[in-house]
């Protein structure tokens, strides 16, 4: 089992570029969750999806979109990218939100 | 407003001695409790978690205490090994809510 696989590992990006970051999990996981990890500020929550067609917002929700069309993949893409958004982004899934999650080794992000 | 604190960012015990890690929190509210290990370059990974109607769970050589009324709680590692050094995270959620709230992060150091 590959768990929860995150591509690319490291991108660098242009302020204004956009870009998906790809997230796939083979568990059959209904939840599925991104989150961003800042030097100092622990793990915040982007967006979430209780299963395949549903969406909602975390606690830093701006400047990302997510679409969940099917329950193995959770793609995040990145509007028009800002410094700001410089940072450790991870996916992870689980049975339900209350569970524990499955992360993927994540993604690391830096854009000039 | 952080609502999950871990006030410590570093901690360092020597191998077979008890590590405690704490956390705090605001909302009286949550009442699902987990703690995440994290190795650098790879996503945090499951520990273990408390409900709020428990004070206590205990797994192999981890224990997570709760006290409610102090809106605290404390993962135990006992003996802390060097392995165990890493990040750890302690995370909360809310009843009826699949958000999960994480801190900051402890690191923990095991010097052999």
């Excluded at chain 2, 409900?51 to 997570?64: A, C, H, L, P, W």
């Amino acid at each position: 089992n590959a768990g929860v696989t995150q591509t690319p590992k490291f991108q660098v990006l242009k302020t204004g570029q956009s870009m998906t970051l790809q997230c796939a999990q083979d568990m059959n996981h209904e939840y599925m969750s991104w989150y961003r990890q800042d030097p100092g500020m622990g793990l915040r929550l982007i967006h979430y999806s209780v299963g395949a067609g549903i969406t909602d917002q975390g606690e830093v929700p701006n400047g990302y979109n997510v679409s969940r069309s099917t329950t193995e993949d959770f793609p995040l893409r990145l509007l028009s990218a800002a410094p700001s958004q410089t940072s450790v982004y991870f996916c992870a899934s689980s049975t339900q939100g209350r569970q524990p999650q499955h992360f993927g080794d994540g993604t690391r992000l830096s854009i000039l | 407003d952080q609502q999950v604190k871990q006030n410590s960012p570093s901690l360092s015990v020597q191998e077979g001695r008890i590590s405690i890690l704490n956390c705090d929190y605001t909302n009286s509210m949550f009442d699902y409790f987990l703690w995440y290990k994290k190795y650098p370059a790879e996503g945090p990974t499951f520990l273990i978690s408390i409900s709020s109607i428990k004070d206590k769970n205990e797994d192999g050589r981890f224990t997570v205490f709760l006290n409610k009324s102090a809106k605290h709680l404390s993962l135990h590692i006992v003996p802390s090994q060097p392995g165990d050094s890493a990040v750890y995270f302690c995370a909360a959620s809310l009843g009826g809510s699949e958000k999960l709230v994480f801190g900051k992060g402890t690191k923990l150091t095991v010097n052999p």
